[in-house]
């Protein structure tokens, strides 16, 4: 008898291994690169980039919410401070990654125990996070 084994990716998620991520970047195509190499890395990647639509992140929490600053950081730092308000949500890391320094400055003086990092360095971080 022949029994087919599972597939590495289908083990993680059946046995809870695999973070889950959730990825905020405000433009589609640019989100869609950016979480590629998450995604090669075995990561489950949801996305949004709209802005004229709110993630539904309420009842779908991530493992860890990573926020590009790179366009609208503004925008990024609102979603950064709806999911720490509630103490409920706040052991869920968030990653800040890229972003003009000034706007991160701004961004690290509201969410100070947010983890920062650049796009360059984000899987790295991201694979530090327990």
Not at 67 to 75: A, E
Not at 107 to 122: D, F, G
Request: net charge neutral; hydrophobic share 35%; aromatic share 10%.
């Amino acid at each position: 008898m022949h029994i087919k084994p599972r597939d590495f990716d289908d083990y993680e998620e059946i046995n809870g291994f695999m973070k889950t991520i959730f990825f905020i970047h405000f433009n589609e195509a640019e989100a869609k690169e950016k979480i590629k190499p998450l995604k090669e890395s075995g990561y489950k990647v949801d996305y949004h980039f709209s802005t004229e639509t709110t993630a539904n992140l309420r009842d779908n929490l991530p493992d860890v919410l990573i926020i590009s600053l790179d366009r609208l950081p503004s925008h990024g730092k609102a979603y950064g401070e709806w999911l720490w308000e509630a103490k409920k949500r706040q052991h869920i890391p968030i990653i800040f990654c890229g972003g003009k320094p000034e706007k991160v400055i701004t961004v690290k003086e509201t969410l100070p125990k947010a983890i920062y990092c650049s796009n360059e360095k984000l899987l790295a971080t991201l694979e530090k996070i327990k």
